[in-house]
């Protein structure tokens, strides 16, 4: 089946840049997602990119892809505490897929 | 425009109970999708439905679990005779077709099963 991999944990300095990364094994995907969840929340959709592009810039956010490798990384610049969170990775392998499958989702803590 | 809503935020069932988690979409969303995350892992995706209709069940448990979304009213995700294993986040998330742009997700349900 599907597999979804990302490392646990990711802690950086406040103004510094984070890159978390996602490895994912399906090479039928058409969309990959970052999403945020905070504690005690739901998932907050950051930002999505289609599996034909390679880059997307969002303000601080960029979504880099490289599809022959199956890699995915979200490099958050200028990090601030309020960035604090659990960010997951998401894949859809089929256009107007039912559901998306998620890795387990880095902890990124900010360190004022 | 209120977001997709789920109640209750917690919930707290002895073993055997019966649990039901309702999940209004957001307006104008008619495809609600169901998920389960257990501590420390992401998300698993349990079922994906329409206005009276199961499109997608195929991430559901074949006992206990059963997901509604009728005409009128919110969806209900529904565990009979839980167990401590059911206990996890619940996430309902709505959209208005299919994926493509992402969904919008609640806040969950936290099922505590004692």
């Known amino acids: 089946g599907e597999d979804v991999e990302q490392s646990l944990f990711l802690s950086v300095r406040e103004g510094d840049s984070s890159v978390i990364n996602c490895t994912y094994t399906d090479s039928s995907s058409t969309y990959l997602y970052w999403y945020k969840q905070e504690p005690g929340a739901g998932l907050q959709l950051l930002t999505y990119i289609f599996s034909n592009m390679d880059m997307k810039q969002d303000q601080r956010l960029t979504v880099l892809l490289n599809k022959k490798d199956k890699h995915l990384s979200l490099r958050i610049a200028d990090t601030q505490t309020g960035d604090s969170a659990i960010y997951f990775c998401a894949e859809s392998i089929q256009t107007g897929a039912n559901n998306l499958f998620f890795g387990t989702g880095t902890r990124l803590t900010v360190i004022p | 425009n209120a977001g997709v809503m789920q109640n209750p935020r917690h919930l707290v069932r002895r073993r055997g109970q019966e649990a039901r988690l309702r999940c209004s979409p957001m307006k104008g969303h008619s495809h609600v999708y169901w998920y389960r995350q257990l501590p420390e892992e992401g998300l698993k995706f349990m079922v994906y439905?329409?206005?009276?209709?199961?499109?997608?069940e195929s991430g559901m448990p074949k006992e206990r679990f059963s997901a509604e979304f009728p005409k009128e009213g919110p969806s209900i995700l529904r565990i009979q005779q839980v167990v401590r294993g059911d206990s996890a986040a619940y996430f309902c998330?709505?959209?208005?077709?299919?994926?493509?742009?992402?969904?919008?997700f609640g806040s969950g349900t936290r099922l505590t099963v004692v």
């Open positions: 439905l329409q206005k009276e209709n199961i499109i997608d």
């Open positions: 998330a709505s959209s208005p077709v299919g994926t493509g742009d992402g969904y919008t």
